[in-house]
């Protein structure tokens, strides 16, 4: 089992930039495949981006694909979501989250992560 603690949201203005940081405690960090995902006031939880444990394929939502980097550093057991560009329609809260497993293909689905952080909030304004 793995806990998950994202950090880094805020308030930025349309065009900035953030980097949202997702510790997650365990020795077995690097086992498992992590997710970014948002949810935006009334809208369902989206995707944004994964990737595999090693570090080595990622994948991104249309939405954010040039703007947004995702990234791992297995050394201490963190993610970490680069966000630039940032539009008023990125505002959400925004949740990292983890699955047990060395496949080499980045999951987009909610439905294969079991484990979820609290979510940090990131606001964007116009």
């Known amino acids: 089992q793995v806990q998950l603690v994202e950090s880094g949201g805020g308030l930025v203005q349309a065009g900035g930039s953030l980097r949202l940081s997702c510790a997650a405690s365990?020795?077995?960090?690097?086992?498992?495949?992590m997710g970014w995902f948002r949810q935006a006031p009334g809208k369902e939880r989206d995707f944004v981006a994964s990737?595999?444990?090693?570090?080595?394929?990622?994948i991104y939502a249309d939405s954010v694909k040039g703007r947004f980097t995702i990234s791992r550093d297995n050394t201490k057991n963190t993610v970490y979501l680069q966000m630039d560009s940032l539009k008023p329609e990125d505002t959400a809260v925004y949740y990292c989250a983890a699955h047990y497993s060395r496949t080499t293909i980045p999951s987009m689905s909610l439905n294969s992560y079991p484990y979820w952080g609290q979510g940090t909030q990131v606001t964007v304004s116009s």
């Open positions: 990737i595999i444990w090693s570090g080595d394929r990622t």
């Open positions: 365990g020795r077995t960090f690097s086992r498992y495949a």
